[in-house]
């Protein structure tokens, strides 16, 4: 199974992108800060990560404003066929509000 779920913060964005079949996509740069428990003991983690989204979702994505908290369900791919590298593929979201 290839799913995740992670709060994070949006720090960039590009503008709303379409593919060659005419679907929306929004490529984004996100933060993660918290703390996770590992072997018993609590961790500090901070990170940036690469994302993606496509569909309503990315339009709806684009229309957010940066520093914006999220909570984001998707999963993981390479960036593409030949690559090693990476990036989440946010399939839904929710802004947090009040943090």
Not at 52 to 66: D, F, H, I, N, T
């Amino acid at each position: 199974m290839n799913r995740l779920r992670l709060a994070a913060t949006l720090i960039g964005r590009s503008a709303l992108r379409y593919t060659p079949a005419g679907l929306p996509v929004c490529e984004a740069h996100c933060r993660y800060s918290g703390t996770v428990i590992e072997a018993g003991l609590e961790r500090q983690l901070s990170f940036e990560f690469a994302a993606v989204a496509a569909g309503s979702v990315a339009e709806r994505l684009e229309r957010l404003a940066l520093g914006s908290a999220l909570d984001l369900d998707g999963f993981l791919s390479t960036t593409s066929h030949r690559s090693n590298r990476l990036r989440i593929h946010i399939t839904e979201f929710t802004p947090v509000s009040g943090v």
